[in-house]
């Protein structure tokens, strides 16, 4: 497949909130298939600009940019940005996310509830706004959620986060229903618990008990998330849309 082309189709990919975490991986890996990729990044330039030439090391090109994608301003001004210097997006990416706290149930607010849903209801509305249209123009493009397995777990302290990514499940199937009729493909690859930076500090022994509830009796690595986006972003998944990937080692199995 030609570099740049994407599922059959010539064009870049965004990835948001790739400054770092699995959004950095995956935008590594994308990128080694050949494909322009625009790493987003608010307010972390340094560690952006790292990704980018980490990319280009590898021979692939890349370009940091910044915005805030819970702003419709800002995500207007982004897609116009990255078209202009990387080419039409091909593949969009909405994987920023925020604070993800721990609050008991009664002590929930309708503003916890909104700061969840401002990530993963509103921020992927808008990106998906902002290139579908050219998607549609182009004959067709992928969009391509990092959801969780959360809600299915139920995880105590976790409710405005889960009713969120359950929303965004939601919205997912909404879409490809939608979009499909214009060449559109929406899935979610949903991880489960995969350590990266921002877990640095959490206590050994929450990881070991994970661990052991895990079927396949590991924690799941950035690659191996980046490795399921790769797979639907190419050609091969071109049929598949709608769907959910829970990528967990089998630990939500019925």
């Known amino acids: 497949m030609p570099a740049g082309t994407v599922g059959g189709m010539d064009g870049s990919v965004l990835v948001t909130g790739a400054s770092r975490g699995l959004g950095a991986h995956i ?3 994308l990128a080694a298939d050949g494909r322009p990729v625009a790493v987003n990044y608010f307010p972390d330039r340094a560690e952006a600009e790292r990704v980018v030439a980490d990319i280009e090391a590898a021979g692939g090109r890349a370009a940091a940019f910044p915005a805030d994608v819970t702003d419709e301003a800002d995500v207007t001004a982004l897609v116009a940005a990255v078209e202009s210097q990387l080419g039409p997006i091909a593949v969009l990416v909405p994987n920023a996310t925020g604070p993800q706290p ?3 149930a009664v002590d929930v ?3 916890d509830h909104l700061q969840q849903l401002t990530f993963f209801v509103k921020s992927p509305t808008l990106l998906m706004q902002a290139v579908a249209p050219g998607m549609r123009s182009r004959g ?3 969009i391509i959620q990092i959801g969780s397995d959360v809600f299915e777990r139920a995880a105590p302290g976790m409710s405005a986060y889960s009713a969120a990514k359950a929303a965004q499940l939601s919205l997912t199937r909404s879409w490809a229903r939608e979009l499909g009729p214009w060449g559109i493909t929406v899935n979610v690859v949903a991880p ?17 008990t994970y661990r052991r509830e895990v079927p ?3 924690m799941g690595t950035p690659a191996e998330i980046a490795d399921v986006v790769a797979f639907l972003a190419s050609a091969a998944a071109r049929f598949i849309t709608g769907e959910r990937i829970t990528v967990n080692g089998g630990h939500t199995m019925d």
């Open 27 to 29: 935008a590594r890996r």
């Open 102 to 104: 721990t609050i008991d």
């Open 109 to 111: 607010t309708w503003q």
């Open 140 to 142: 067709g493009g992928r």
């Open 192 to 208: 489960g618990w995969i350590p990266v930076e921002r877990h640095a500090e959490i206590d050994p022994r929450i990881v070991d």
């Open 216 to 218: 396949l009796g590991r």
